[in-house]
């Protein structure tokens, strides 16, 4: 089945990091590039991170730059999403989402269900 | 990187048409070619129905239409359908490897 699953969402102190994954099956992950987009409660859909499937080309929300770090390993079909130094405002619903363009401008053809994170005190 | 400005809410009975505006800039939508929307039933996956402007993924119905004029893309619904009633979210790359997402319409069939 094609698909992708989220991992590492949950209860995080302020100022803390959190490591979410995503493994993907189904399809040949390095053919893909990869997003993060996180919905923050009663909000609509923010775009958080992008990497192409080379790992060439990153980008960041400036709302996450600095803080987030993507990464992927092909080998393992897994996307990475590093967050450090969180605040309440990083609370949200994450979603790995697919893009089967070569230089990831945004075709978002498959989505996980989300893992939800959600920072507090 | 601001959040592409759509309308808050949409609404048609059935077998109307409805649009849905997304404005943007010159630095994201006035540039490329690469708006994309998608269709949002809360506490599902949102699902893509338009990329590329105005083309539409296999098995997406050709009710739904997309169009772009300079800083603003628009997608169609014809047509409407109960099942339409949804969130909807505009999407344009905006250079250096980024991308925003619009503010999200929620469209009501009446």
């Known amino acids: 089945e094609v698909q992708l699953v989220e991992s590492g969402g949950g209860l995080v102190q302020p100022g803390r990091s959190l490591r979410l994954s995503c493994t993907a099956s189904?399809?040949?992950?390095?053919?893909?590039?990869m997003h993060w987009v996180r919905q923050r409660p009663g909000k609509g859909l923010e775009w958080v991170s992008g990497?192409?499937?080379?790992?060439?080309?990153?980008g960041y929300a400036d709302s996450v730059k600095g803080r987030f770090t993507i990464s992927r390993d092909n080998a393992r079909n897994s996307l990475y999403l590093q967050m450090d130094s969180l605040s309440p405002e990083d609370t949200a619903l994450y979603f790995c989402?697919?893009?089967?363009?070569?230089?990831?401008?945004?075709?978002?053809?498959?989505w996980g269900q989300g893992t939800l994170v959600t920072v507090s005190s | 990187q601001s959040a592409l400005t759509q309308p808050r809410s949409v609404s048609g009975s059935p077998g109307q048409s409805v649009t849905i505006s997304c404005t943007g800039t010159?630095?994201?939508?006035?540039?490329?070619?690469?708006v994309s929307w998608y269709q949002h039933h809360p506490g599902k996956a949102p699902k893509l129905i338009i990329y590329?402007?105005?083309k539409r993924p296999s098995g997406v119905p050709d009710r739904f239409s997309g169009s772009k004029s300079g800083i603003t893309a628009s997608l169609t619904i014809s047509g409407l359908q109960t099942d339409d009633e949804a969130d909807y979210y505009c999407?344009?790359?905006?250079?250096?490897?980024?991308?925003?997402f619009g503010t999200g319409a929620k469209v009501t069939v009446l």
């Open positions: 990497v192409i499937w080379n790992s060439v080309h990153i």
């Open positions: 999407y344009s790359y905006a250079g250096s490897n980024t991308g925003v």
């Open positions: 010159g630095a994201d939508i006035g540039s490329y070619n690469y």
């Open positions: 989402v697919r893009d089967p363009t070569v230089t990831g401008v945004g075709r978002l053809d498959l």
């Open positions: 189904g399809f040949s992950f390095d053919d893909y590039a």
């Open positions: 590329d402007v105005n």
